[in-house]
């Protein structure tokens, strides 16, 4: 399982009700319902990761974030997820303003674009950063909002969105001690627990 989603993982609680938006392959959604009997659903865009979700027996809908969420009523999920898509929306503060109307708690995790070897790379080469955690090159990358740390604390902040738990992920361990003192400079990836 990939580092982010083993820490969220661990901020689920056994029998939640998960909303996971971009999910993917299932990957999150199958193992919290094998190992925290999780009842949940899935939306995913990209019809080949649909399919690997049914595959799993993960349950799916087929859904563009950027249209909202308008076909889940309010507080009717525990704990609503996104993660490595919040970069990719054209309009993150209002799938974030709809993922706090749905679930109690929402999860996000997304590529930390302040990380050192980000601005090295666009300093002194003087182009876009490519490397294993943004694979993509500027001309063909799923990525439209360029977000930090930083970014995401201030826009917290803007609208009122109370933070209750931040991790991060560094380059090579879990919680590298320079990437949790420094997490804009440091991190590779930043997850946060966030509610109302």
Excluded at 78 to 98: C, G, R
Aim: charge should be neutral.
């Amino acid at each position: 399982m990939r580092a982010d989603l083993d820490i969220i993982q661990e901020w689920i609680a056994p029998g939640s009700r998960v909303l996971d938006l971009g999910c993917g392959d299932g990957e999150l959604l199958a193992w919290l319902r094998d190992n925290k009997q999780v009842a949940g659903y899935g939306l995913e865009i990209d019809p080949d990761k649909i399919a690997l979700c049914i595959e799993r027996g993960v349950n799916v809908i087929e859904q563009n974030l950027d249209l909202g969420l308008g076909n889940f009523a309010s507080n009717s999920f525990d704990v609503v997820v996104m993660t490595q898509s919040l970069q990719a929306l054209h309009y993150p503060d209002k799938v974030l303003a709809e993922m706090l109307r749905v679930g109690k708690t929402c999860i996000i995790t997304f590529p930390n674009f302040g990380h050192w070897r980000c601005r090295l790379m666009l300093g002194i080469q003087g182009t876009m950063p490519v490397s294993s955690f943004m694979p993509h090159t500027w001309y063909n990358t799923p990525n439209i909002h360029f977000c930090t740390v930083k970014d995401f604390e201030d826009l917290c902040r803007e609208k009122g969105i109370r933070i209750l738990a931040r991790d991060v992920v560094g380059n090579t361990n879990r919680q590298p001690m320079l990437s949790n003192r420094w997490p804009n400079l440091f991190a590779n990836t930043a997850i946060y627990r966030i509610t109302r």
